[in-house]
Nanobody, 126 residues
Framework: QVQLVESGGGLVQAGGSLRLSCAAS????????MGWFRQGPGKEREFVAA????????SYADSVKGRFSVSRDNARNTVSLQMSSLKPEDTAVYYC???????????????????WGQGTQVTVSP
């Protein structure tokens, strides 16, 4: 089993920045791709970003490309999401996810991820 715990969410004004972190514990050696998803009010959960096992490959949703940056530190079992130029439409609960199966990168569907954190709220005010 793998446990994921997100942190770093909060309230920020439009144009501001936040950095989310996700700490993994348990059988972390079994993790391949790590991903970030979000679910806004009244919306479906959507893909935000993913990073490959060794951190050399990343993928982003078009809506965040150029504004968000995902990174991974396997020595510390953490993955981060640096968010800049935030917009009110980025308001959502952000989830960290882990895939324990070796698949083609990137995986942008939530069904590809077996482990999920509890989520952290990000609110962007106009």
């Amino acid at each position: 089993q793998v446990q994921l715990v997100e942190s770093g969410g909060g309230l920020v004004q439009a144009g501001g920045s936040l950095r989310l972190s996700c700490a993994a514990s348990g059988r972390t050696f079994s993790i391949y791709t790590m991903g970030w998803f979000r679910q806004g009010p009244g919306k479906e959960r959507e893909f935000v970003a993913a990073v490959s096992r060794v951190g050399n490959r990343t993928s982003y949703a078009d809506s965040v490309k150029g504004r968000f940056s995902v990174s991974r530190d396997n020595a510390r079992n953490t993955v981060s999401l640096q968010m800049s130029s935030l917009k009110p439409e980025d308001t959502a609960v952000y989830y960290c996810a882990a895939d324990r199966i070796f698949r083609i990168f990137p995986q942008r569907v939530s069904d590809a991820y077996e482990y999920w954190g509890q989520g952290t709220q990000v609110t962007v005010s106009p």
